[in-house]
């Protein structure tokens, strides 16, 4: 390697290391790098006390959480749930109420450190207008219209894995994966104009959903799971995009 391009990489390193003035609000406590107590305690603070985001570091409007076009459930064979389900958008709610049962690592290596979060939410709400096809519990449902489900007692699990991105001579954290948990106590589920708006099959079919929530669950598990998955992903991936990492960590 010629020295000119030996300078040259020492350089690129080093701006990366450059220390920079946190852009986070002063109002805003700042946790040590692995003080995953701090971490436990700012994490539903900041929730629900700018519900409507913070524009400057890119947190969003969390009462405004939506995805299009997202599948539900897809049919199967040898199922009782043999139903395609799908949200033309879909609205998550409830995610400002959370209580942190658990972190573990948020280390100031942001290659090493382990990312993870366990969470209960008293109740996650996934509502809007859906469109379905199929068969669940032997019944038809070929239906358009507004439902709402509602995870009640929910324990959420979030393990996040970070690479590193050199920008302006700031490190920044970048999303390389995601996995997403969630295990409800129980779930409600209401679907509106089942059977061309026949009111009496309609309450029918969904009285025996609920009786059988279990079983629709297993099926439209991973689907959520995965839905939530993007819209946390999303949420964060704003705010690390426009604060360096070092700048959520105090120094002293």
Request: aromatic letters at 10%.
């Amino acid at each position: 390697m010629s020295s000119y391009k030996f300078l040259t990489l020492l350089y690129l390193i080093g701006i990366c290391h450059v220390n920079t003035n946190a852009d986070m609000p002063p109002e805003i406590e700042k946790c040590r790098a692995g003080d995953v107590d701090c971490i436990a305690k700012i994490v539903p603070y900041l929730l629900q006390n700018y519900t409507n985001g913070i524009p400057e570091i890119g947190l969003t409007d969390i009462e405004k959480l939506s995805l299009n076009n997202v599948i539900i459930t897809k049919a199967k064979e040898q199922s009782p749930v043999t139903l395609n389900l799908a949200f033309k958008k879909m609205y998550l709610h409830g995610i400002r109420n959370v209580t942190v049962q658990r972190v573990v690592g948020f280390e100031k290596d942001l290659l090493s450190s382990k990312f993870e979060t366990y969470v209960t939410i008293p109740n996650l709400v996934v509502d809007g207008e859906y469109v379905s096809s199929g068969k669940v519990l032997l019944l038809p449902m070929d239906a358009t219209g507004f439902a709402k489900i509602e995870l009640k007692n929910t324990k959420l699990s979030l393990k996040f894995k970070f690479y590193e991105e050199c920008k302006n001579g700031k490190q920044y954290a970048k999303i390389k994966a995601l996995k997403c948990k969630l295990t409800p106590e129980l779930i409600v589920i209401q679907f509106d104009n089942l059977f061309n708006g026949n009111k009496q099959l309609g309450e029918s079919l969904n009285q025996m959903i609920n009786d059988n929530w279990k079983v629709l669950w297993a099926d439209m598990e991973s689907q959520v799971n995965e839905a939530v998955a993007r819209i946390v992903k999303r949420l964060l991936a704003n705010v690390i995009s426009v604060l360096p990492y070092d700048d959520f960590y105090r120094e002293d």
